[in-house]
Structure formats: structure tokens, C-alpha cells
């Protein structure tokens, strides 16, 4: 089994910054690609970003595109989600997902392994 722990949550005004960490432990060397999804209240999960298993490839929403940077560190099993320039509407549980299939997947229902969520909140 792979298990998925995410960190870095917290609250942030409008404008600023957090960057959320996901580590990974267990069977690591089963992963491939890897994302960042957020749910806020009443509304459906969505993909934020994506990436490939070495990191080559990205994918992001339109709504955090130049804003938002995924990045994976293989060495340290980590992912991370830089946010800059957050919005209220950011506010969101945002959740790390890794695939153990496929290389490089925009697919939600691709991601076998998820994480417990870490709570983002922006004020205005």
C-alpha cells in the first residue's frame, strides 16, 4: 500500500502565499503520477494540478494557471503545491492523489491513493 500525508494548510490572506507538501511512504517505488485536487463546500472535487512521474509534464486548472506550481521531489517521496496569489475562492480540503498506472494522468478516477485533505482557507 502506498499511504499519502499532506501538510502546509492554514489560512492566507488574498494575495498570499502557502505551499502545501505531500509525503509519501510505503510501497513508493508502485507510484507514477501524482496531483493536487481541492473540494470546496458544496461543490464537487476538482483537479487543480498534475504530474508526471518524473516530473516533466504539468497540467493545471485555468483557474490556478500562473499561480499555482506542482513540483515532486522523487528523493524525498514528496509533491508539493506552491500557491501564490491566492483568492477567496481558493478556499477548498485540497487533497494529494498518486497513480500507481500511469505516468502522467488528468484523469480523477486514474489516482488509487489519496490522502486525508489539508484545509485551505483565504480571506478577503
Known amino acids: 500500500q502506498v499511504q499519502l500525508v499532506e501538510s502546509g494548510g492554514g489560512l492566507a490572506q488574498a494575495g498570499g502565499s502557502l505551499r502545501l507538501s505531500c509525503a509519501v511512504s510505503?510501497?513508493?517505488?508502485?507510484?507514477?503520477?501524482m496531483g493536487w485536487f481541492r473540494q470546496a463546500p458544496g461543490k464537487e472535487r476538482e483537479s487543480v494540478a498534475v504530474i508526471s512521474w518524473n516530473g516533466a509534464v504539468t497540467n493545471y486548472a485555468d483557474s490556478v494557471k500562473g499561480r499555482f506550481t506542482i513540483s515532486r521531489d522523487n528523493a524525498k517521496n514528496t509533491v508539493y503545491l506552491q500557491m501564490n496569489s491566492l483568492k477567496p475562492e481558493d478556499t477548498a480540503v485540497y487533497y494529494c492523489?498518486?497513480?500507481?498506472?500511469?505516468?502522467?494522468?488528468?484523469?480523477?478516477?486514474?489516482?488509487?491513493?489519496w490522502g486525508q485533505g489539508t484545509q485551505v482557507t483565504v480571506s478577503s
Open positions: 492523489a498518486a497513480d500507481r498506472h500511469s505516468p502522467y494522468s488528468t484523469a480523477m478516477r486514474d489516482y488509487d491513493y
Open positions: 510505503g510501497r513508493t517505488f508502485i507510484v507514477n503520477a
